[in-house]
């Protein structure tokens, strides 16, 4: 099925609901690195912005500038820190692909029954009532605190005893700002083996201490139990090398008149590089369904890409379009306008990512290029995530001049 239209309809206004969001979160922002362990009723001590920040809806620049802006960078340090953890976990991706396409064909291999071991946790009926909670907060909203996040994570792991993989791929259908990089390698650092032997096992007086009393006191029962985790590290084969990712970047080679832009959930901002006669925002239904995603996600990236769209009127002539075979869609809107080249931004390790050999070698046969391009900021991250966080941010301060005066 491919539909195609000039949005006109009523749908929210993403990145407008975003800057608000920034705006309310604004007087909250130095407060941050002391307040941002705890998880409050509204969650209003973090920002909720990264379903916004994952389609780039609002870039991690922006989000950083706002803050910086406001307070000065002192006052901000650690919130601007968060922000870049989300790019080190992007670029130590980048880097080693193979995790995640290790994890997907992991994924994959689980038997009905071995889900069926999952199911009662993923449906909140764990018995342990503060897990279950949580299970119900992110199927019905889509969001759950980072701490929430650990605490899930590590009592999936190291008191259920149940596969990391399975876990990841619950919070990946589920979150709204469900991500390759944060996700994978976050279940991966609880689990422990992203720094080899530190696990991450969630301790009931940590619980008692982070959680407000409000959310605590009516989900207690079972979360003594939790008291006999001890860690279970999976075993897993070695980490592959790093290699530097593959960076195309280049000149289409056409006039402007035969250039199309393709934008993705990956990135629904239109930078200044831009150049085309037109352009479509698509909801890839087919890549959607491949990646399992829950209902409140897809209907998020959908009203992301409508939005983009919308903000785009004024620059192009661009329509958002939603389809079930992205790569046949491509070819035929590319040969209705004449086009010769679809540009892209370079999508992430992740679903959209994979689609791309099928994707290419179809609009090949048609006789059209398919052009993935980075921004500027991107280009630099990627290719920097090669030790640790704190190395990382280190090479952020200096070439963002980042400096605490
Ligand atoms: C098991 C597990 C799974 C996770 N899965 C995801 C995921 O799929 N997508 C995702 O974006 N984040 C993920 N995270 C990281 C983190 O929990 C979320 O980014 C954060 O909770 C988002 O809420 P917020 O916007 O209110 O964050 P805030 O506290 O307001 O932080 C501001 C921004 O900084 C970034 N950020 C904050 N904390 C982290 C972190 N620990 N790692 C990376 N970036 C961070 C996010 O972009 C966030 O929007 C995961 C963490 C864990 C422990």
């Not at 390759?180 to 696990?199: E, M, Y």
């Not at 931004?345 to 099928?358: K, T």
């Amino acid at each position: 099925m491919n539909r195609s239209d000039k949005s006109g309809s009523d749908f929210p206004a993403v990145r407008a609901d975003a800057w608000r969001r920034l705006e309310v979160f604004a007087d909250q922002m130095p407060k941050y690195a002391a307040e941002r362990n705890r998880v409050v009723p509204g969650h209003t001590n973090v920002s909720q912005l990264s379903p916004a920040i994952r389609h780039r809806v609002l870039s991690e620049q922006e989000f950083a500038a706002f803050a910086i802006e406001r307070h000065g960078f002192r006052e901000v340090e650690k919130l601007v820190q968060e922000i870049y953890w989300r790019l080190y976990w992007k670029s130590w991706l980048e880097m080693r692909p193979d995790i995640w396409t290790r994890y997907c064909s992991d994924r994959d291999q689980f038997s009905s029954g071995a889900w069926r071991a999952g199911e009662k946790v993923m449906n909140g009926q764990s018995g342990i009532d503060i897990i279950d909670y949580f299970a119900r907060e992110l199927t019905t909203t889509g969001y759950l605190h980072n701490h929430a996040r650990m605490w899930f994570a590590g009592a999936w792991i190291h008191h259920f005893g149940l596969p990391w993989e399975m876990g990841a791929d619950f919070f990946h259908q589920h979150l709204l700002d469900g991500d390759p990089a944060s996700n994978t390698l976050s279940w991966r650092w609880v689990a422990g083996l992203h720094t080899q032997g530190k696990s991450y096992l969630a301790r009931p007086a940590n619980i008692e201490k982070y959680v407000d009393l409000e959310i605590l006191d009516a989900n207690r029962a079972g979360l003594e139990r939790l008291d006999g985790s001890i860690a279970n590290i999976p075993s897993e084969d070695p980490i592959p090398e790093r290699s530097l990712p593959k960076i195309e970047d280049g000149e289409a080679g056409h006039d402007c008149e035969q250039i199309g832009w393709w934008l993705h959930d990956d990135d629904l901002q239109l930078g200044e590089d831009w150049k085309g006669a037109r352009a479509v925002a698509l909801l890839s239904r087919d890549i959607h369904v491949q990646a399992r995603y829950g209902e409140n996600r897809k209907m998020f990236i959908q009203q992301g890409l409508r939005d983009a769209a919308k903000q785009m009127e004024s620059r192009a002539a661009v329509e958002f379009a939603e389809t079930s075979a992205t790569a046949t869609f491509l070819g035929d809107w590319a040969d209705d306008h004449g086009l010769k080249t679809i540009v892209a931004y370079q999508p992430w390790v992740g679903p959209i990512r994979d689609a791309l050999p099928e994707i290419e070698s179809q609009l090949c046969r048609r006789g059209i290029a398919l052009q993935l391009h980075r921004k500027p900021s991107d280009h630099w991250w990627v290719g920097e995530a090669t030790a640790g966080f704190f190395g990382f941010w280190k090479k952020v301060c200096r070439n963002q001049a980042f400096v605490s005066e």
